[in-house]
Nanobody, 114 residues
């Protein structure tokens, strides 16, 4: 099983980034996929989730209206489009697959700074 995040980097406040998570080794279309993040010295927190079919999404209040989660079951990919980024969005972002077993990726760093 592998979840590999990519797309992180350094961006100025107000900018955008698109994170990707490539999944393999399990039945991707059966799993709810989520993004979490963990800032330095902080606990890991929920960011967004998407149902296995992609019909239902859920967001943390702190990112609602700025971030969009999506998935492509044909490609075993989940994405997080992040717009209007703020300095407080700086964190390591993790992809999670939730099902009979939970799987986590290794994370990708997002730094929002001028």
């Amino acid at each position: 099983v592998q979840l590999v995040e990519s797309g992180g980097g350094l961006v100025q406040p107000g900018g955008s980034l698109r994170l990707s998570c490539a999944a393999s080794g399990f039945t991707f279309s059966s799993y709810v996929m989520s993004w979490y993040r963990q800032g330095t010295g902080k606990e890991r927190e929920f960011v967004a989730s998407i149902s296995n079919t992609g019909v239902f999404t859920n967001y943390a209040d702190s990112v609602k209206g700025r971030f969009t989660i999506s998935r492509d079951n044909a490609k075993n990919m989940v994405y997080l489009q992040m717009n209007s980024l703020k300095t407080e969005d700086t964190a390591v972002y993790y992809c999670k697959a939730r099902g009979f077993t939970n799987y986590w990726g290794q994370g990708t760093q997002v730094t929002v700074s001028s």
